[in-house]
Nanobody
């Protein structure tokens, strides 16, 4: 089983930036696609961005294209989400997730989740 721990959330003004990190342990990180989800109060969890096991392919939700960048450093077992030009509607708990199946892209099914980190964007 993989363990995922997010960090980097916080309170920021609109237009500001944050970088989230997701540290993984427990299995071979570089074999699995990863993703970032978010869930705002009263809303369903949504996929924000995903990245293939090698980092060579990415996916972004339309709402964050051009503002967010997903990346990973396999040697550090860590994935990142750089968030720029943040908007109040980006306020949510952000979760990292790992694919259940190794060495495939697009993602099969996300099977492991972190505990989440709160991002709050003030207007």
């Amino acid at each position: 089983q993989v363990q995922l721990v997010e960090s980097g959330g916080g309170l920021v003004q609109a237009g500001g930036s944050l970088r989230l990190s997701c540290a993984a342990s427990g299995r071979t990180f570089s074999w699995y696609a990863m993703g970032w989800f978010r869930q705002a109060p009263g809303k369903e969890r949504e996929l924000v961005a995903a990245i293939s096991w090698s980092g060579g392919s990415t996916y972004y939700a339309d709402s964050v294209k051009g503002r967010f960048t997903i990346s990973r450093v396999n040697a550090k077992n860590t994935m990142y989400l750089q968030m720029n030009n943040l908007k109040p509607e980006d306020t949510a708990v952000y979760y990292c997730a790992a694919d259940k199946t190794a060495l495939i892209w697009p993602v099969d099914t996300f099977g492991s989740w972190g505990q989440g980190t709160q991002v709050t964007v003030s207007s």
